[in-house]
C-alpha cells in the first residue's frame, strides 16, 4: 500500500483515487490540476467525458484501471447471462469463504436482484477491520484472481482472468447489514432508500446507517434491522430495482412474492423424440426424485404436420402416447402429462391440426419463424385457438443474439386473458422470455403465467430458479402462475378457456 499523500492539492474524497494500481501521488495531483477536480462527483464527470485523456502522465492502463475502479469501464458493457455469473459467482464465493477472516458473504448488486444480465459481480464481505490486509492478500492469491485493480479500506476490485470484475464491500459486523442493503439495491433504489432514511432522522451511506441527531452509527447485523429503523416491511431483493417500489413503502403491502418451493411441476420439456438429449423415461424419474415437490411433468416435443426433422409427425403421437402410459403405469399415477409445442405458422395457424390438438393435456403454441416482423397478429390468432393453452416464449428473444420481434403487448395480453390463454416465462438464461418488465403488464391486465424450464437436457432442469426470479421481479404472487397449481386446478383454467371461445 502507498503512503497517504499529505499534500494540499488532493482533496480528502480523491484519496480513495490512490489505491488503484499504478496510480500514484503525482497522478491524482495532475488530475486535480490540470482538470480542476475538487470531488468524486467532479471525478466521475471528467472520466465519463474522456477527460483523462488530456492527461499525458496516464498511461492507457491508468485510464482503464481508473474506469474500472469507478465502474465506469466501457468495455465490461458486454454484460454476461445471469446463470453463468451465478455459476462464477458460487466459485468466489465457495473460495472466500475458506478463508477464516470471512465471518459472512454475500451476494449483492444486479446478481442478488436476480436481474437477466449481469455487468459485473458484486459481494459484500463480513471480516474485522484488523483482518482486511490479509483477506486483501488472500484475493490477490486465488486461483481466479488475474489482479487487483483497486484496495482500499472499503472495497477491493478484482480483475479475474476471465475479464470479469468482481467488488467485495468489506463491513465489520456491527455494519453488514447496511452494506449489503446499500450494495443490492439499484443506484435509483439506493439513492431513494437515502432520502427516505433522511426523513426519518437518518443518514444512509454505503459504510452503514448513522443517527443524524448525534452522528452515531446504528448497529445493523443485517437487512432486517435497517428496514425496521426505517418502518418499512423487508424488501426481497428482487424488488430493489426502481424508485418507485422503494418508496411505494407500504408499510406493509409488500406482496408474497413466489417461491421455487411453490412450483408443482415443468409444463415445457424436450425429449428425444423431437430435439431433446434423453428419453421420456429417464427425464421423468430424474425429475420425480430429484424435485420430489413436483406433482407432475409435461412433455412437450415439437410436432407439426409441416416440417421434418427433430418434430413429432401426426404418426408418432399415439406411439409417445403408449409410451407415456407405460412410465406412468411404472409411477404409479398420471404423472407426465401429454403435451406439445407447435409451431404458430406465418399466416397464424398452427402446425397440427385441431383434431389431434385436441388429444393433448397442454398445448404451447410458439412462434419459430419470421423473428423480425410484427407478429401481434400471429400471437392474437394463437390465442384464438380453443387448443392453445399457452404461448410458448412469447417475444422471440434471445440475449445477446436477437432482438424481441414488435409486437403490441396491449392488444395481446387483453387477449390473452380474455380467452384464458397463459403466458410462458420461459427460464432458460438465453431467453427469460418473457421478462420481467413484461411480465408485470401481463399480471396487471389478469394474464396467467406458467414457468417453464423448456429442459432438453437433466441438467436444464434446474433453470427453474432463474423463471422464478423474473416473476419475482415482476412482483408475481403464486397466483398468478399456473405451475404451482395442482394438475386439477390447470385443468379447471383450461375448461374456462373451452366455455369462453364455445
Ligand atoms: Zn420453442
Excluded at 477464516?100 to 442478488?112: C, D, M, Q
Excluded at 447496511?178 to 443490492?184: H, K
Excluded at 419463424?369 to 399457452?390: G, I, M, Q, W
Excluded at 403488464?441 to 429442459?455: E, Q, S, Y
Amino acid at each position: 500500500m502507498k503512503t497517504r499523500a499529505n499534500s494540499n492539492v488532493i482533496p480528502g474524497t480523491l484519496e480513495p483515487l490512490m489505491d488503484i494500481r499504478g496510480i500514484t501521488t503525482d497522478k491524482v495531483k495532475a488530475i486535480c490540476q490540470q482538470l480542476g477536480v475538487r470531488s468524486w462527483r467532479e471525478l466521475v464527470t471528467a472520466v465519463t467525458l474522456e477527460q483523462l485523456e488530456g492527461i499525458p502522465l496516464l498511461t492507457p492502463e491508468n485510464r482503464k484501471n481508473i474506469r474500472r475502479a469507478l465502474k465506469l469501464d466501457k468495455d465490461a458493457d458486454h454484460r454476461m447471462q445471469l446463470w453463468d455469473a451465478i455459476l462464477q459467482g458460487k466459485e468466489i464465493l465457495q473460495s472466500i469463504r475458506q478463508f477464516p477472516e470471512v465471518k459472512r458473504a454475500s451476494f449483492a448488486g444486479s446478481l442478488r436482484r436476480g436481474k437477466d444480465t449481469i455487468g459485473d459481480i458484486d459481494i459484500v464481505v463480513e471480516v474485522a477491520g484488523a483482518d482486511r490486509k490479509k483477506l486483501l492478500y488472500k484475493i490477490d492469491r486465488m486461483p481466479l484472481t488475474d489482479r487487483i485493480i483497486a484496495a482500499g479500506k472499503s472495497r477491493i476490485c478484482v480483475l479475474l482472468h476471465n475479464q470479469l470484475l468482481v467488488y467485495f464491500y468489506l463491513a465489520d459486523q456491527q455494519h453488514y447489514g447496511a452494506t449489503l442493503l446499500y450494495y443490492t439495491g439499484s443506484d435509483r433504489y439506493s439513492l431513494s432508500l437515502e432520502s427516505l432514511a433522511a426523513q426519518k432522522g437518518y443518514r444512509f451511506e454505503p459504510d452503514g446507517l448513522y443517527d443524524i441527531k448525534n452522528n452515531e452509527y446504528v448497529a445493523t447485523e443485517n437487512e432486517e434491522e435497517v428496514f425496521r429503523h426505517l418502518l418499512l416491511d423487508y424488501t426481497p431483493p428482487e424488488l430493489r430495482e426502481d424508485q418507485e417500489l422503494a418508496t411505494a413503502t407500504n408499510p406493509h403491502k409488500m406482496p408474497s412474492l413466489v417461491t421455487f418451493d411453490q412450483v408443482k411441476g415443468d409444463m415445457q420439456i424436450h425429449t428425444d423424440w423431437s430435439d431433446g438429449e434423453e428419453s421420456i423415461a429417464h427425464m421423468a424419474h430424474y425429475v420425480f426424485s430429484v424435485f420430489p415437490h413436483y406433482q407432475y411433468i409435461v412433455v412437450t416435443d415439437h410436432a407439426s404436420n409441416e416440417r421434418t426433422g427433430h418434430v413429432l409427425r401426426p404418426d408418432d403421437i399415439s406411439r409417445q402416447a403408449a409410451e407415456i402410459k407405460d412410465i406412468n403405469d411404472a409411477i404409479g399415477y398420471d404423472y407426465v402429462k401429454r403435451g406439445v409445442e407447435v409451431d404458430i405458422l406465418e399466416n397464424g395457424a398452427l402446425s397440427l391440426p385441431d383434431e389431434l390438438l385436441k388429444t393433448f393435456d397442454w398445448v404451447i403454441a410458439s412462434v419459430h419463424s419470421h423473428f423480425t416482423k410484427d407478429n401481434t397478429a400471429r400471437l392474437l390468432k394463437a390465442c384464438e385457438s380453443p387448443y392453445v393453452h399457452c404461448i410458448g416464449h412469447p417475444s422471440g428473444r434471445l440475449i445477446g443474439s436477437r432482438h424481441p420481434y414488435p409486437v403490441d403487448w396491449d392488444q395481446v395480453f387483453a387477449k390473452a386473458a380474455a380467452t384464458s390463454t397463459a403466458m410462458e416465462i420461459n427460464a432458460r438464461p438465453n431467453r427469460l422470455d418473457l421478462n420481467d418488465i413484461l411480465v408485470k403488464k401481463a399480471i396487471a391486465n389478469g394474464v396467467k403465467l406458467v414457468i417453464d424450464t423448456d429442459a432438453h437436457s437433466l441438467a436444464q432442469f434446474d433453470f427453474m430458479q432463474l423463471g422464478i426470479w423474473v416473476a419475482r421481479r415482476a412482483g408475481c404472487c403464486h397466483t398468478d402462475i399456473l405451475n404451482t397449481f395442482t394438475w386439477e386446478e390447470i385443468e379447471k383454467f383450461k375448461k374456462s378457456k373451452r366455455n369462453i371461445i364455445a
